[in-house]
């Protein structure tokens, strides 16, 4: 675990960054007069599934999606 006051820290983030991604340091607390404040640490990788696509094939489209407009319109503005 690395500390690093709040001065070094705003100079030297990107070097910081650098050294959590890269796996040199697990931790890095920014302290502020001396006590710490902030701690810097990695970002867990999220591996999301596919999402495009998902619904594919359960749903069926009507031809023509616009043929309700006004009456949704009027479910809308009260006149149904």
Partial sequence: MHTVNMLEA?????KLVEAIQSGNEEVVIIARNGRPAAKLVPIDDVVSGQRI???KGRFVSPENIDGS???IAA??????
């Fill in 69 to 71: 407009n006004a009456e």
């Fill in 75 to 80: 479910l809308f503005i009260g006149q149904a």
């Fill in 10 to 14: 705003k100079s030297t983030l990107s």
């Fill in 53 to 55: 696509g998902i619904a």
